[in-house]
C-alpha cells in the first residue's frame, strides 16, 4: 500500500540561527541553485510532514519564506540547540504529537528516512541515527513530552541535546538499517567550514 503524501501527527521544527563562527556566515543564507537552505529545507520537509516551523535566535534575521512557515524565537539566551527545541515544541500545533527537529545545515535529508525514524519510534519518546557510532539528536522524532525535559536541562548549565538522551527513552537506528535506504548516508552530511560547504556544493552539482 503506498504511503500517504504526510505523516500524520507529525510536525518538524528547524533550527536555525546559531553563530557559525567557523564558516563565518549564517548557514540558513547560504544558497543552493538560487534557493536559501533555509527555504530548501522547509519545502522539502512541508511535502512529508502536516506542520513545518523555524526556532531561531531571539535576533537572528531570518531569510524569505512562505507565510505559512512560521518562525519562533529563542527566549533562553546563549543555550544553543536546546533553546530552539524548547521555542519550537512550546509552539506546536495542538494536533502535532511529534516533531522531526533537524539543523538547518543538512541539504540532503530525504523523505524516506524521516519515514523510517518515526516507522521504528513505536514507544519511545526519541528516535535517532547513529552516524559513526555517534548519536545524531539534531535529525531526530521526539514526542512532544520531551519539552518538559529539554526545560530541566535548560536550567542546568553547559548540557545539550545529546545530553537529552539520558532522559528519554530512545530508540537508536544504526547505519546498516540506514544504508538500506540510503548507502552513502548521503542525507547525514553537514558542514561547519567553508571548505565543507565547499564539499557539499560540489556534492549537490553531481
Not at 500524520?8 to 540558513?28: N, Y
Not at 533553546?83 to 530525504?110: E, K, N, Q
Request: aromatic share 6%; net charge negative.
Amino acid at each position: 500500500m503506498p504511503r500517504p503524501e504526510s505523516i500524520r501527527g507529525l510536525a518538524a521544527i528547524v533550527l536555525c540561527g546559531g553563530r557559525s563562527e567557523r564558516m563565518r556566515s549564517r548557514k540558513e543564507w547560504l544558497t543552493l541553485e538560487g534557493e536559501t537552505l533555509l527555504a530548501r529545507l522547509t519545502r522539502e520537509l512541508s511535502s512529508v510532514v502536516e506542520h513545518v516551523l523555524v526556532a531561531t535566535g531571539k535576533d537572528s534575521p531570518v531569510p524569505p519564506l512562505p507565510s505559512s512557515i512560521p518562525i519562533v524565537r529563542d527566549i533562553h539566551d546563549n543555550r544553543g540547540p536546546l533553546a530552539g527545541m524548547y521555542a519550537g515544541f512550546s509552539a506546536l500545533p495542538p494536533h502535532s504529537d511529534r516533531a522531526f527537529v533537524i539543523s538547518c545545515d543538512m541539504p540532503f535529508i530525504d523523505s524516506s528516512i524521516i519515514w523510517k525514524l518515526d516507522d521504528q519510534l513505536n514507544d519511545a519518546w526519541c528516535a535517532l541515527p547513529v552516524i559513526n557510532e555517534a548519536p545524531q539528536p539534531l535529525c531526530a522524532i521526539y514526542r512532544r513530552e520531551a519539552l518538559a525535559n529539554i526545560e530541566v536541562l535548560l536550567n542546568v548549565p553547559r548540557t545539550g541535546p545529546r545530553d537529552l538522551l539520558r532522559h528519554l527513552k530512545a530508540t537508536f537506528i544504526y547505519e546498516d538499517q540506514l544504508r538500506s535506504i540510503d548507502p552513502e548516508l548521503r542525507a547525514f552530511r553537514s558542514f561547519n567550514t567553508p571548505s565543507e560547504w565547499a564539499e557539499i556544493r560540489m556534492s549537490f552539482d553531481t
